[in-house]
């Protein structure tokens, strides 16, 4: 599985834009790249998942250069509730049953 | 609610006693994972099953714990003879394999059983 690098925390403010930007240099030609967020006390819950250039839903922009050997989780405009540990795994579908988190990024917003 | 849901949220026990969780996944999804959670780190994977089959399980998963889906629906996981170190968050998740057509299944995740072995 490709080792994922991200910061351990990153500090902002409400109404700011917030970038998390995952290292995947030893990414696989099958490899996706997905994003969970974790609040306190619950489980992991998906935000977004792709493959190569841009992904964007209602929650978060993923961003992936051409060489895809880093990502960048881009979450608009963001309130008090994103408050969250966010994790970059990378892998392929054959293996997606095994999940491998590292120690993810904890992201504080302050009013 | 229709999300998966674990009992209890919370376990207290003494070392050397036996616990058992519940998971109770979104219904018809086929595939159905145990995590566990340390403070400060990510899940790290257990097992999973698929219906009724448990496929893999991680070197993490001693032969202390046991886990089962009897029926492809809801699944239990026993811990016994409980150590300290077995002082975690368990976490289930679940997903519709095959589900995507392309990349990888979403796993949706439950609220966890936090344990705390005294």
Known sequence: LAKTTQPISMDSYEGQEVNITCSHNNIATNDYITWYQQFPSQGPRFIIQGYKTKVTNEVASLFIPADRKSSTLSLPRVSLSDTAVYYCLVGPPSNDYKLSFGAGTTVTVRA | ?118
């Not at chain 2, 995590?35 to 399980?57: V, W």
């Not at chain 2, 492809?72 to 368990?90: N, P």
Request: a neutral charge; proline letters at 4%.
């Open chain 2, 1 to 118: 609610d229709t999300g998966v849901s674990q009992d209890p949220r919370h376990k207290i026990t003494k070392r050397g006693q036996n616990v058992t969780f519940r998971c109770d996944p979104i219904s018809e999804h086929n595939r159905l994972y145990w995590y566990r959670q340390t403070l400060g780190q990510g899940p790290e994977f257990l097992t999973y099953f698929q219906n009724e089959a448990q496929l893999e399980k991680s070197r993490l998963l001693s032969d202390r714990f046991s886990a089962e889906r009897p029926k492809g629906s809801f699944s239990t996981l026993e811990i016994q003879r409980t150590e300290q170190g077995d002082s975690a968050m368990y976490l289930c998740a679940s997903s519709l394999f095959g589900s995507e057509l392309a990349g990888t299944d979403t796993q949706y995740f439950g609220p966890g059983t936090r344990l705390t072995v005294l």
